[in-house]
C-alpha cells in the first residue's frame, strides 16, 4: 500500500523483486514492448486518480518549484486542478500558467495551521470539480539552522503545526470527499530525502519530515481496502529559488 522507495526498488530483498527488474532489462528480448505498456497502464492510472486534484503548497508554488510543475503536469493530463497556498500571488500565478496551455484550474489561500481553513479548501475543491480524487500535501515550514538547545519553541512548534499537523489536517477532510467520489483517491504526501538522514542544525525539519513518512504507511493501511491510497515522495534538493539562496550553488545543494 505504501511505495516507499526504498522498498520499491532494492531488488535484494527478493528474488521476485529481482525478475521484474530482469524482466524490464532493455537489452531483453521484448523488454521496449513490456516497458510501453507499463507506461500505459501507469498512465491510465494517473488519469483516474487525477480528475479532481487539489494542491496544497506554502510559498513556491508560483513558479518552477514543485509546486507549479506538478499543478501544469497534472492539467496538461486534463485533470481540473485547485492551488492552495498561503500567498494568494503565488497561487494566482500558477492558476495563470494552466489557463495559458488551456487547463482547467483554480486558486485558493490557504494557510494549512487553520483548520477552517483546511475545511474551507475541501469545499472549495467540491465546488469546483464535484469531488476531491488527488491530494498532494506540499505545505513546509523551515527553521532557522539551530540546534535542540538554541531553536525556540516558537520555531519548533511552528514547523510542527505546518509541516505535520496541516498534513494531517488536509488528510483528514480530504478522505470523505474521495469515499463519496465512490472511485476512491489519491494522497500523495511531499516528504524529502532529509526524513531519511539527518542534517546538522535542522531538527524541526528532518523530524517532521520523518514523521510525514510513517503517518502515510498508516494511512496507507488504514484506508487502502477503501482503495484511497497514500504515498510519500522523497525529493532532494531541487532547483528552485529558495534552495539557491541557501546553498549559493546547485553544486553545494548536492
Known amino acids: 500500500l505504501h511505495q516507499d522507495r526504498a522498498d520499491r526498488f532494492d531488488t535484494r530483498r527478493s528474488a521476485a523483486a529481482g525478475h521484474r527488474a530482469r524482466a524490464l532489462d ?93 475545511e474551507a479548501a475541501i469545499k472549495a475543491a467540491e465546488l469546483h470539480f464535484g469531488h476531491v480524487t488527488t491530494l498532494m500535501n506540499g505545505a513546509v515550514a523551515v527553521t532557522p539552522d539551530k540546534n535542540v538547545e538554541n531553536l525556540s519553541l516558537e520555531d519548533w512548534e511552528r514547523t510542527l503545526r505546518t509541516n505535520l499537523t496541516g498534513y494531517f489536517l488536509m488528510c483528514k477532510y480530504a478522505i470523505p470527499s474521495m469515499r463519496a467520489s465512490s472511485e476512491g483517491g489519491s494522497i500523495v504526501n511531499i516528504a524529502s530525502s532529509h526524513g531519511h538522514y539527518a542534517l546538522h542544525g535542522r531538527i524541526g525539519y528532518c523530524t517532521t519530515k520523518a514523521a510525514i513518512h510513517h503517518m502515510t504507511r498508516v494511512i496507507a493501511l488504514d484506508y487502502g481496502h477503501e482503495n484511497i491510497r497514500c504515498n510519500s515522495i522523497s525529493p532532494g534538493p531541487i532547483d528552485t529559488d529558495r534552495v539557491l539562496r541557501r546553498f549559493g550553488t546547485r553544486e553545494k545543494s548536492n
Open 26 to 118: 532493455p537489452a531483453r528480448p521484448g523488454a521496449a514492448l513490456r516497458l510501453r505498456a507499463r507506461a500505459s497502464h501507469h498512465r491510465r492510472g494517473f488519469r483516474q486518480f487525477a480528475r479532481g486534484v487539489l494542491l496544497v503548497f506554502r510559498t513556491g508554488a508560483g513558479g518552477g518549484g514543485i509546486g507549479g510543475e506538478v499543478a501544469r503536469t497534472f492539467a496538461r493530463e486534463g485533470a481540473a486542478v485547485l492551488i492552495a497556498d498561503i500567498s494568494q500571488t503565488q497561487a494566482d500565478a500558477v492558476f495563470a500558467s494552466i489557463k495559458a496551455i488551456g487547463g482547467s484550474a483554480a486558486s485558493f489561500q490557504l494557510d494549512v495551521n487553520d483548520p477552517a481553513q483546511c
